[in-house]
């Protein structure tokens, strides 16, 4: 069974400041990757994926991760946050084999200091 | 752009009373999903649905629950007699079959307080 971990319950940056969410996850082979951002209240919005070729993934909002074997980790970068960005953020993994079965991580939240 | 579409947005049941939740996957999607995150916590997937039967379940998904999908376009979820602990957003999410860019799209969700 897949499973998930974002190590960092909450985090707070400065707005203009670089981010880094961290995702590590534990499959028995290559698995498929997503990270999510949830504003209050609100649904499940993609931010980016990642099935299979380029490590490095683009993603919206300025958002890109990249997919490190070795260390099984997922982790989502943004160079300079804007305020907008406060949310909580999700990483998930689901097996190559139903990318429709998620399990997801605990969830980081973002606060941003103006 | 197509979306899945989940009514109502919020919904509150007595506990006990059954509830139905409804979803409208996109329209070529062949899988279904339903996930909950209750208040405050992560996603949690409940079941996957393919080819009219139940492919996949979690723990979470007991006798209390069901899923149908009683025409070519609504997918339900089924709470039988709803507990307290059921309050939780309920998500859905549907995708295209395996192999032609398959991440799961998920719905606003709904939200479902028992009271």
């Known amino acids: 069974a897949q499973s998930v971990t974002q190590p960092d319950i909450h985090i707070t940056v400065s707005e203009g400041a670089s981010l880094e969410l961290r995702c590590n996850y534990s499959?028995?082979?290559?698995?498929?990757l997503f990270w999510y951002v949830q504003s209050p209240g609100q649904g499940l919005q993609l931010l980016l994926k990642?099935?299979?070729?380029?490590?490095l993934v683009q993603g919206i909002k300025g958002f890109e991760a990249e997919f490190k074997r070795s260390q099984s980790s997922f982790n989502l970068r943004k160079p300079s946050v804007h305020w907008s960005d406060a949310a909580e953020y999700f990483c998930?993994?689901?097996?190559?084999?139903?990318?429709?079965?998620?399990?997801f991580g605990d969830g980081t939240t973002l606060t941003v200091k103006p | 752009e197509p979306e899945v579409t989940q009514t109502p947005s919020h919904q509150v049941t007595q506990m006990g009373q059954e509830v139905i939740l409804r979803c409208v996957p996109i329209?070529?999607?062949?899988?279904f999903y339903w996930y909950r995150q209750i208040l405050g916590q992560k996603v949690e997937f409940l079941v996957s649905?393919?080819?009219?039967?139940?492919?996949?379940k979690s723990e979470i998904f007991d006798d209390q629950f069901s899923v149908e999908r009683p025409d070519g376009s609504n997918f339900t979820l089924k709470i039988r007699s709803t507990k307290l602990e059921d309050s939780a957003m309920y998500f859905c999410?549907?995708?295209?079959?395996?192999?032609?860019?398959?991440?799961?799209?998920f719905g606003q969700g709904t939200r479902l307080t028992v009271v």
């Open positions: 999410a549907s995708r295209r079959p395996q192999g032609s860019g398959t991440e799961a799209f």
């Open positions: 499959y028995g082979a290559t698995p498929y």
């Open positions: 990642y099935f299979s070729g380029d490590t």
């Open positions: 998930a993994v689901a097996p190559n084999t139903n990318a429709g079965k998620s399990t």
């Open positions: 329209s070529n999607h062949l899988y």
């Open positions: 649905f393919y080819n009219n039967e139940i492919s996949e």
